[in-house]
C-alpha cells in the first residue's frame, strides 16, 4: 500500500529528468533547446505542485487534522523553488549561463531534499491517512 | 503575515551548529599536515610511535569525526524525516567536547602524558556518549525506515563499538586500566572505525543521494536491504575470530580468509556506486563528482592491494601493506568524499537559511546569493587540485618516507588552508547578506 509514493515519487523523478536535460543544454550554451527544455522542466514541476497543493495536501489536511504540520512546512519550500524558477526563467531570456547553473545548482539542492522529505515523511502518511481512498485521491490529482 | 518563519527549518538546527562543526575540522587538518613537517618520516615509519597516532587521530577524530557528525546533526531531519533531539543542546556539547577531547589526546600522544591522556578519555567518552545517545533516539524513532536509516543505524553501531574501544585503550595508556594486547585491539578498533563507521555511513547515505543527485538509476535492491546488515555481522564474525585466534594461532589465517571476504562486499558497492555514476543523467561534472570519483575509486584499489599483499606475503614484502591500507582509507576515500560533501552542504545551508528568511520578512530588496556566487567553481577546483596532488606525494612517501613525508605534509597543510578559506569565505559572505537583510527589514519597519 503505498500508491500515493509510488506515484508522486515517480512524478519526481520524471522533473528530474526534464532538469537534467535542460542543465546539459545550457551548460553547453544550446540555448535553442534548453530554452524549450527548461520550459517543459518549469511546467511539470508547477504541475507537480499543483497536484499537492491543489489536492493532496488539503485532503490529507482534511482527513488527519494537520493543517499546520508536514504540509505547511512543503509550501514553504515550494515559495523558494518558485522564486528560483523565476530567477532561472530570467537567467534563460538573457542567456546568462553563469547565473542559470549557479541557480540550477541551488535548485537541485533544494528540489532533492524536499523531494527526500516528502518521499520519507509526507507521502507515507498520506498513503496510511488515505488506506484504500488513495486511489481516488490520485484520480483527482491526475485530473488537474 | 503568513508566519513562515523558520516553518520549514523548525527540525533543522540553526546554521551556526553546523558551521562551526565544519569551520573547526579544516584546522585540524592544517594541524596534522604540519605535524608531517615538523617531525617527517617518522610519522610513516611506525603504526605505533606516538607521532603516528597523534597524526592519526588529528584526522580521524579531528577531521572526520567533526565533519560527520556535524553533517549528520543537520541531514538526519532530511534523510530520515525526524529530528535529533534537543539538538542545539547536543551541538553546544558535543562541538567543544570532541574538540577539546582530541587536542588532549593528540597532547598526551606527543608529551607522553597522563594528564592529558585522562582529559581527553573524559572529553572524548562524554561527547560521543551524548552525540551517540541523542543520534540513536532520534534514527531508532524512525517509524518506516528506509535502507538509508537502516544503514544509519548500522554504521551509528559501529562507532559505538569503535569508541568503547579506543576509550578503553586510551584509559590503558591513561595509566587507569591495564591494558591487554594493545596492539590487537588497536586493529580491532580501527577497523570498526573505518570499515564500520565511516564506511556503512557512506554506504547508507549514497543509496540516497547517489541517486537524486546525480539524477542515477537506484541501487539494486539485494544490495539496498542486505549490505549493511551483512557487512556489520561480518565485522562482529571476524572481530570474534581475530581475537579468539590470540589462543588459537590456527584461527588466525580464518579471520584473515573471513576479511578479505568482506573486503569483497565493499568493493561490491563501489563499483556498483561507479557504474551508476556512468550511467548519471545530470551530465554537469562538478567538484563534489570529481572529489566522489576519487574516493569511490580508491576503496577498491586499496582494498584489492591489499588483499593481493596479505594472500601472496612474497608478492609486497617490502611495503607495510597496513600502513598503505590506513594512508588510502583515510587520505584517499574518508577526506575527499567528506571534502566534496563540505562544497555542496556549506553554501546550500547559507542560501537556505537566508532565502527562507527572505521569504519570512518577504524583504525583496537584498539579492540572496545563489550556490556558486557563495562558492565559485574556480576556488573549490583549485583545491581539489591541490588534494590530488597532495594524495598522490602522500600515497609514494609510504614507499620514499624520507625523501617524501615533508613535501607529502606541506601539499596538505595548503589543500587544508585552501578548504578552510573556501568554507570561511563562504561564512563570511553569510554574515554579510544577513547583516543586509536585518538592516533592510529595520528599514522597512522604520518607513
Redesign the interface.
Known amino acids: 500500500m503505498a500508491r500515493i509514493t509510488d506515484t508522486m515519487a515517480g512524478d519526481h523523478r520524471r522533473c ?2 526534464l ?3 535542460a ?2 543544454s545550457v ?1 553547453d550554451s544550446n540555448w535553442d533547446a534548453g530554452t524549450a527544455q527548461f520550459n517543459e522542466f518549469h511546467s511539470a514541476m508547477e504541475h507537480h505542485f499543483s497536484m499537492e497543493e491543489g489536492v493532496l495536501f488539503p485532503t490529507f489536511e482534511e482527513a488527519s487534522g494537520m493543517t499546520m504540520g508536514p504540509t ?2 512543503m509550501r ?2 515550494h ?2 523553488m518558485r ?1 528560483l524558477f523565476s ?1 532561472m526563467a530570467q537567467a534563460v531570456e538573457k542567456q546568462d549561463r ?2 542559470y ?3 540550477s ?2 535548485l ?3 528540489m ?2 524536499h ?3 516528502e518521499e ?2 509526507l507521502y ?1 502518511m498520506t498513503d496510511r491517512t488515505f488506506g484504500g481512498g488513495a486511489d481516488e485521491v490520485i484520480e483527482k490529482m491526475n485530473a488537474v | 503575515m503568513l508566519n513562515t518563519a523558520n516553518l520549514s527549518l523548525e527540525q533543522a538546527p540553526p546554521i551556526s551548529i553546523p558551521l562551526r562543526f565544519f569551520l573547526t575540522a579544516p584546522l585540524f587538518g592544517i594541524a596534522a599536515a604540519l605535524m608531517m613537517i615538523w617531525y617527517g618520516p617518522e610519522v610513516m615509519t611506525s603504526r605505533w610511535s606516538p607521532q603516528t597516532l597523534a597524526l592519526t587521530h588529528l584526522l580521524t577524530l579531528g577531521f572526520l569525526a567533526l565533519v560527520m557528525t556535524g553533517a549528520l546533526l543537520q541531514i538526519l531531519p532530511v534523510l530520515a524525516g525526524i529530528a535529533v533531539p534537543r539538538v542545539v543542546l547536543v551541538g553546544n556539547l558535543v562541538h567543544p567536547l570532541l574538540t577539546v577531547g582530541t587536542l588532549g589526546l593528540v597532547a598526551g600522544f606527543l608529551l607522553g602524558s597522563t594528564a592529558w591522556l585522562k582529559l581527553a578519555v573524559v572529553a572524548l567518552g562524554a561527547g560521543f556518549a551524548i552525540y551517540i545517545l541523542a543520534a540513536a533516539v532520534a534514527l531508532w524513532r524512525v517509524e518506516l525506515p528506509n535502507n538509508t536509516v537502516a544503514g544509519m543505524r548500522m554504521a551509528l553501531l559501529a562507532l559505538a563499538v569503535t569508541v568503547l574501544l579506543g576509550l578503553s585503550l586510551g584509559a590503558g595508556f591513561a595509566g587507569w586500566d591495564t591494558l591487554i594486547y594493545p596492539a590487537l585491539y588497536t586493529n580491532v578498533h580501527l577497523t570498526w572505525g573505518m570499515l564500520g563507521w565511516v564506511m556503512l555511513l557512506l554506504i547508507g547515505v549514497s543509496f540516497q543521494v547517489v541517486p537524486m543527485f546525480q539524477v542515477t538509476p537506484e541501487y539494486p535492491k539485494w544490495i539496498r536491504s542486505w549490505l549493511p546488515r551483512l557487512l556489520l555481522v561480518g565485522l562482529a564474525i571476524w572481530t570474534m575470530l581475530y581475537v579468539a585466534a590470540v589462543n588459537k594461532p590456527e584461527l588466525a589465517s580464518w579471520s584473515l580468509v573471513w576479511l578479505t571476504i568482506i573486503l569483497v562486499g565493499y568493493i561490491a558497492f563501489a563499483v556498483i556506486t561507479l557504474r551508476l555514476q556512468q550511467q548519471r543523467r545530470r551530465k554537469i561534472t562538478d567538484v563534489t563528482l570529481m572529489f566522489w570519483r576519487i574516493g569511490i575509486t580508491t576503496i577498491p584499489i586499496s582494498f584489492l592491494i591489499w588483499g593481493i599483499g596479505r594472500l601472496f606475503p612474497t608478492a609486497m614484502e617490502q611495503v607495510d601493506l597496513d600502513l598503505l591500507l590506513g594512508v588510502c582509507m583515510i587520505f584517499g576515500v574518508a577526506i575527499p568524499l567528506l571534502n566534496g560533501m563540505l562544497y555542496k552542504i556549506v553554501p546550500f545551508l547559507s542560501w537556505f537559511h537566508l532565502q527562507n528568511r527572505q521569504l519570512a520578512t518577504m524583504c525583496m530588496t537584498v539579492q540572496i546569493p545563489n550556490m556558486k556566487q557563495f562558492l565559485p567553481d574556480r576556488s573549490s577546483k583549485r583545491q581539489f587540485w591541490v588534494y590530488l596532488l597532495a594524495l598522490v606525494v602522500t600515497l609514494l612517501s609510504v614507499f620514499a618516507p624520507a625523501l617524501l613525508v615533508r613535501p607529502a605534509g606541506v601539499l596538505l597543510a595548503l589543500s587544508f588552508v585552501l578548504l578552510g578559506h573556501n568554507l570561511l569565505q563562504v561564512a563570511l559572505r553569510y554574515r554579510e547578506v544577513s547583516g543586509e537583510l536585518s538592516e533592510a527589514v529595520a528599514d522597512g519597519q522604520e518607513g
Open positions: 528530474d529528468l532538469f537534467a536535460e542543465e546539459a551548460s505547511q512546512m514553504v519550500e515559495t523558494q522564486q530567477d553563469d547565473a547553473l549557479g541557480l545548482e541551488t537541485m539542492m533544494i532533492q531534499q523531494n527526500m522529505k520519507q515523511m507515507p
